[in-house]
DNA sequence: TTTAATAAGTGTTTTTTTGACACTAATTAA
DNA sequence: TTAATTAGTGTCAAAAAAACACTTATTAAA
């Protein structure tokens, strides 16, 4: 069994975090470099946030822990979306050097709770990893191979915020504190990768309730400044959890 | 570790599975009759079915096995809706017995993966389990203290269920092959737990081509024979699920 | 054989939501 | 002063949703 008896070799939890910052979303990642012995340079190899979880330990609460130990990043709320079962999903030989350094049982049949977040990129700051790894933000649109079936899982992470953004107001956490329409809405669109209708879109987000107008502008920009907006967190105080499961009244839709 | 090297101590499977007859949403409980040795009476518990999953097997596949050996029902289109990860959620006390009963690794913290399904409880047909088991249907609104923590995922479930009906066309495995509107209102009005207008009701049905309507109508009942319908079952073949993701035309919403 | 009881079936109108569409306003840089 | 840039605004038409009440076909009972 595993030398570690507080680490349970068989359940790890993975990682999926959104982050909107210069227009674009981008995908939380683990670049570790490996020395590899026939180059003899290192290797590049990207993975999730992601590791085993203790044995008397919450799938909540081990999300955040890992998550914290790998990038630094604390108190993100986290979603739970997806498990991933695959007995070989970690076997492939690709991954085997990697999954050596890491676990202690290499060997074990792992299967992984996949957690998704969508938080502010740009307010995030990343702690430097251990050595020889750091957390590292990536286009989605660039995300390259990644460790095990973390390709996999990234899809089904994107997919599911594609639908959720559909039915409920989302971007508490991807955007600054203050925020125009704009950026709000340029959120939106890179989420659904398609264009909105300016107007339609403004009536929309302002007829919903969400946005709480503020008589702060831009300041220094080269084109009439912009009005900033709040979102109205007390909406979602009494809920479980924070952008599913609000639709607003029973009927909030976006963009149907 | 486990006595038997193919089966995985810390990862489970439990089923919700929900049926609908008599105008009545129903869960499918497991009924043991367990000898108490204080009162020399038999105590009867109640379970989801639900196992551990096999070393080498996906947690797909365990679902359906699991269900399939606890209750006869194969073949089932299972969904996969939440894990559920307490490290005391087997714990307690009132569970002990059973859990020594069932388990060869009663001690070993077990997360499970939980699955969820919809089917026609009249057609489905219920193989006595093995000795002083059995599966049976309970109308949900009578469901009782169940073991371990699977009020919580059986609640889970129904909060899952309600939302999905809501985006989605269901109904699929829930009614008989043939089936009339009234009967098809019937289990929406069951799930969402509300009235829906008749007429409505119907428009939309009918303007969402989910429903075939059949030439044959009903007989001996004491009043207008009402008209039986099938699903358009071809529309969902080619999806990979058959419940979720499937809004028609990327903006299929009932009732909202 | 008539009547009562029961659930099925049917349209219209109003209200709400959506989608399409183009110009003016405020600011800075040149 | 002018040019460049992004913010901000309203209307109309189409589609979808919601509210609403009477007639019809059948059996059971009188």
Redesign the interface.
């Known amino acids: 069994?595993s030398l570690n008896p507080s680490i349970?070799p068989?359940?790890s939890t993975d990682c999926v975090i959104f982050g909107f910052s210069q227009d674009t979303l981008r995908l939380l990642l683990i670049r570790r470099s490996i020395p590899n012995r026939l180059t003899d340079v290192n290797d590049i190899h990207y993975a999730l946030p992601g590791d085993l979880?203790r044995?008397?330990?919450?799938?909540?609460k081990?999300a955040n822990r890992v998550l914290s130990e790998l990038t630094g990043l604390k108190g993100i709320y986290l979603e739970?979306f997806?498990?991933?079962?695959?007995?070989l999903r970690v076997t492939k030989p690709k991954d085997r050097s990697w999954l050596e350094s890491v676990r202690q049982n290499p060997d074990a049949?792992v299967?992984t709770?996949a957690y998704m977040a969508l938080i502010d990129a740009n307010k995030a700051v990343l702690q430097p990893g251990s050595f020889s790894k750091e957390a590292v933000w990536l286009p989605i649109s660039e995300v390259p191979e990644l460790a095990f079936d973390h390709n996999e899982i990234f899809e089904n992470a994107l997919?599911a915020l594609k639908?959720k953004v559909q039915?409920q107001p989302i971007g508490f956490e991807l955007l600054p504190e203050k925020f125009t329409m704009s950026q709000l809405q340029s959120l939106y669109e890179t989420i659904l990768e398609r264009d909105l209708d300016k107007r339609n879109f403004r009536r929309k987000m302002l007829n919903s309730g969400v946005l709480i107008p503020l008589s702060e502008k831009q300041l220094g920009v080269s084109n009439k400044p912009a009005r900033f907006y709040s979102f109205n967190r007390d909406l979602f105080e009494n809920s479980d959890n924070r952008y599913l499961?609000l639709?607003m009244d029973?009927?909030f839709?976006l963009f149907?």
Chains 1, 2 share one sequence.
């Open positions: 069994m349970n068989h359940v979880v044995d008397d330990e919450d799938l909540d081990a739970q997806h498990s991933f079962g695959d007995p049949r299967i709770v997919k639908e039915i499961n639709r029973g009927s839709s149907g």
